[in-house]
């Protein structure tokens, strides 16, 4: 009973969950963190390339960062 009645107020107010929040809270996260020293050679890009569609395809997000 309780839980239908917050269900109806979150919807009448437009709440929508924070996912950043939802994150912290499990302590689990799909974002993968990919660092390259360098953009300028392609073998680095060709790693990404292939990093972005293994990862995504599993499910997780890959963030990509440059060292250099």
């Keep these: 009973m309780v839980r239908a ?3 109806e107020v ?3 107010l437009g709440y929508t969950p924070d996912v950043a ?3 912290l809270a499990s302590r689990h996260s799909t974002h993968v963190i990919v660092l390259v020293p360098m ?3 392609m073998l680095f890009v060709n790693v990404l390339e ?3 569609k293994t990862l995504f395809s599993a499910g997780f997000h890959p963030m990509i960062g440059v060292t250099h």
């Design 39 to 41: 953009l300028s050679n």
């Design 50 to 52: 292939a990093a972005h």
């Design 5 to 7: 009645n917050i269900h």
């Design 21 to 23: 929040a939802q994150t």
């Design 10 to 12: 979150a919807v009448r």
